[in-house]
């Protein structure tokens, strides 16, 4: 079976820190795509960054980036540069050949000033 | 980017009445869409695929004759719940997939709290 699981119920962080959150999943498949989606209190699902396994290199969305750890099946979240606004619920995503997508539980993201 | 409305955004209804949730693809052609049920403080669950034209998906455990899904044209799919019950309540989101070089991204709407009396 395929899973996504997100080990940090909660994080918390000063304005202008930086957050790392953390992803793993498993399959067996070669070829997917991993998502991370940011849930505000509007709970309107908003794409954050996404990465193709089959590329090295770690995708960037100005602040946000990822390390994406094929080998270990990892693929954490990078906030840098944190705002007010980047406070929400964060859910890692996967999908296999263009299939259904398969959320983690999330990680709830606290920003203070 | 591509925008997903949905319809209505509330809804409260009394134990044993049907409901109906449109989701629209406003600017691109869906070929697929996803609906989910999201509770409180938890992650989304997948409920059923749509592809336009043809019979939903439904995963393992969800009521194929409870929840009833139509995607009737490449911008609309309705969900309806029937007969709804308490346990029903739950803020349902639902998502849509185009063709053509992002069609492995997901649009989602913003969702619709449904609140059963």
């Known amino acids: 079976a395929q899973t996504v699981t997100q080990s940090q119920p909660e994080m918390s962080v000063q304005e202008a820190e930086t957050v790392t959150l953390s992803c793993t999943y498993d399959?067996?498949?070669?070829?997917?795509?991993l998502f991370w989606y940011k849930q505000p209190p509007s709970r309107q699902m908003i794409l954050v960054i996404r990465?193709?396994?089959?590329?090295?290199q770690n995708a960037t969305e100005n602040r946000f980036s990822v390390n994406f750890q094929k080998a270990a099946k990892s693929f954490s979240l990078k906030i840098s540069d944190s705002q007010l606004g980047d406070t929400a619920m964060y859910f890692c995503a996967f999908m296999v050949n263009t299939d259904k997508l398969i959320f983690g539980t999330g990680t709830r993201l606290q920003v203070f000033p | 980017g591509a925008v997903v409305s949905q319809h209505p955004s509330w809804v409260i209804c009394k134990s044993g009445t049907s409901v109906k949730i449109e989701c629209r693809s406003l600017d691109f052609q869906a070929t697929t869409m996803f609906w989910y049920r999201q509770f409180p403080k938890q992650s989304l669950m997948l409920m059923a695929t749509?592809?336009?034209?043809?019979?939903?998906?439904?995963e393992q455990g969800v009521e194929k004759d409870k929840f009833l899904i139509n995607h009737a044209s490449l911008t609309l799919s309705t969900l309806t719940v029937t007969s709804a019950h308490p346990e029903d309540s739950s803020f349902y989101i639902c998502?849509?997939?185009?063709?053509?070089?992002?069609?492995?991204?997901?649009?989602f709407g913003p969702g619709t709290r449904l609140t059963v009396l």
């Open positions: 749509s592809n336009e034209g043809s019979k939903a998906t439904y």
């Open positions: 990465q193709e396994a089959y590329k090295q």
């Open positions: 399959t067996s498949e070669s070829n997917y795509y």
């Open positions: 998502s849509a997939r185009g063709g053509g070089v992002d069609y492995n991204e997901q649009f």
